[in-house]
């Protein structure tokens, strides 16, 4: 069974900063994609970013880019969400997802199906 553990979240100031992260109890060299996810208060869960092993590509949402980065640490089996310039709109729980599966170079991981496996999720909540 393949836990994921995210940390970090908490309140913020808008405009200030946070940084997410997700340990994995497996190696994620061996994995594919490695994701965020967030859902705010009465909406659906929603894709933020991912980051491919193959060729390194990463995808953001259009609303996060420019502010949020992802980033994964395979010798650490963890994947970083750094989050600047937060708003009061990036309120939402953050869930880390993994790919297991293996998809060639058109593959976009984009949607929660495209995942196997998911976190519990952790809290971030940001004030105006």
């Known amino acids: 069974q393949v836990q994921l553990v995210e940390s970090g979240g908490g309140l913020m100031e808008a405009g200030g900063s946070l940084r997410l992260s997700c340990v994995a109890s497996?190696?994620?060299?061996?994995?594919?994609?490695m994701g965020w996810f967030r859902q705010g208060p009465g909406k659906e869960r929603e894709f933020v970013a991912a980051?491919?092993?193959?060729?390194?590509?990463?995808y953001y949402a259009n609303s996060v880019k420019g502010r949020f980065t992802i980033s994964r640490d395979n010798a650490k089996n963890t994947v970083y969400l750094q989050m600047n310039s937060l708003k009061p709109e990036d309120t939402a729980v953050y869930y880390c997802?993994?790919?297991?599966?293996?998809?060639?170079?058109?593959?976009?991981?984009?949607?929660?199906?495209?995942?196997?496996?998911w976190g519990q999720g952790t809290q971030v909540t940001v004030s105006s």
């Open positions: 497996i190696s994620i060299f061996s994995t594919d994609a």
């Open positions: 997802a993994v790919s297991g599966r293996w998809h060639d170079s058109t593959w976009r991981p984009l949607s929660a199906p495209d995942y196997d496996y």
């Open positions: 980051k491919r092993r193959i060729g390194d590509l990463t």
